[in-house]
């Protein structure tokens, strides 16, 4: 059983406000040739479909695309909703897609759909859990005390009476303890999203999704695949791929990875402002490729991001790296803060959000907005 597993397209993502859809659009098409060569038997979609809950049309129509196409391959598809996804949108028309071998998880009622295929091993079971959240399963399993994420999917997965007789796949969206994270992804504070790893063991191959970076935890087919494109510049030096599993007889599973080459790629350039703009260094790098150029001079270059933008068309980033932001004081606590105003607090905020004072002009300007809050509040209270 030869299977494709994806995550994270995160269709209809904007990233530093250039919109990914046509990007998304190559790379899927990319994504369905590799599926004809392999032969693959199945697509595993492991959540995050779309980057937000109630997508745009074009997001829509792009993923519809994609099923639309895997269903004429009589391919089946297995998706589940992720974090960023609405449960509800996606398992819209869920029945009806079934018979066209498209199958998704609906809300988490209790149950988690299974599909059955067969090869010459025997049966393959494909388990669709969606991305559960504590509340969501006290809510169904009044009796549960799920206090966090590892409560709530340890008791997700304890109700769905596996057959470990059998090769079980699972497919969800969850943070494994352990996985390496990228700037990219949405993280809660202290780690409540954790999940220990050991609540998979029962299974032959879980295809999970939430993490962008293509990386196995704890054993080798507990994995995450990765996004199939770079969504922030500390994903620029990876290599984007996609994961083909082959499940053999009962325990034996092989697992390889096949490179994804984007429409444009996202790379980091370092310089001094001559040095970046000189025609040697632009005419040996791929001018549509989105950019994040780190300049060194010790000055900021006036309109820096719009005359660079005319040789690096795709710049989404300008930062600098010299004496000034390096000596940039960093927020150390809030010692003191009871001792000082209001307005000495944000000139504070402010230096250190732009490395540079405020003028006396900005000092006068915020002095008399905190002064006219102020009178307002004390209006109410009043």
């Known amino acids: 059983m030869k299977l494709i597993h994806l995550s994270d397209l995160h269709i209809g993502k904007r990233v530093n406000e250039f919109s990914m859809l046509e990007d998304q659009r190559y790379i899927l098409k990319q994504i369905l040739d590799i599926t004809d060569r392999e032969q693959a038997d199945g697509v595993l979609v492991a959540g995050d479909i779309y980057d937000k809950p109630v997508p745009p049309a074009e ?18 598809v297995f998706a589940v909703s992720g974090n960023h996804d609405s449960p509800e949108r996606v398992a819209f028309g869920a029945r009806l897609m079934r018979g066209q071998g498209v199958h998704l998880s609906p809300v988490y009622d209790g149950t988690v759909t299974r599909v059955s295929m067969e090869d010459k091993y025997g049966e393959v079971v494909i388990h669709l859990l969606p991305f559960v959240k504590p509340a969501v399963v006290r809510h169904v399993f009044e009796e549960a005390e799920a206090a966090s ?20 796949v699972l497919v969800a969206h969850q943070f494994v303890t352990g996985a390496f994270r990228c700037d990219s992804e ?36 507990v994995r995450y695949c990765g996004t199939p494109l770079k969504y922030s510049f500390s994903e620029a030096e990876q290599e984007k791929t996609v994961t083909v599993v082959e499940l053999k007889a009962k325990g034996m599973v092989e697992i390889r990875t096949i490179p994804l ?30 950019v994040q150029v780190t300049l060194t001079d010790e000055e900021d270059v006036p309109d820096g991001m719009q005359k660079l933008r005319v040789i690096y068309p795709n710049l989404m980033r300008l930062e600098y790296d010299n004496k000034r932001t ?27 959000q732009n490395n540079q004072p405020m003028s006396e002009t900005q000092k006068a300007f915020v002095e008399k907005l905190m002064e006219n809050i102020q009178g307002r509040s004390c209006q109410r209270s009043n």
């Open 59 to 76: 997001a829509v129509q792009v993923f519809d695309e994609f099923l639309t196409c895997l269903a004429e391959k009589k391919i089946p």
């Open 149 to 168: 994420y590892q409560d709530a999917v340890k008791i997700a997965v304890e109700h769905m009476n596996l057959d470990t007789g059998k090769r079980n």
């Open 186 to 221: 949405e993280v809660l504070v202290g780690g409540m999203d954790n999940v220990d790893v050991s609540i998979f063991d029962s299974f032959d191959y879980v295809a999970l999704g939430h993490i962008h970076s293509p990386q196995h935890v704890g054993r080798e087919t």
């Open 261 to 290: 080459l984007p429409l444009r790629d996202m790379r980091r350039i370092r310089g001094t402002y001559l040095q970046v703009t000189a025609l040697d260094f632009y005419r040996n790098t791929n001018q549509e490729d989105y």
């Open 326 to 352: 390096r000596d940039s004081r960093e927020v150390t606590g809030a010692c003191g803060v009871e001792k000082k105003s209001g307005l000495e607090l944000f000139e504070e905020f402010y230096e250190l």
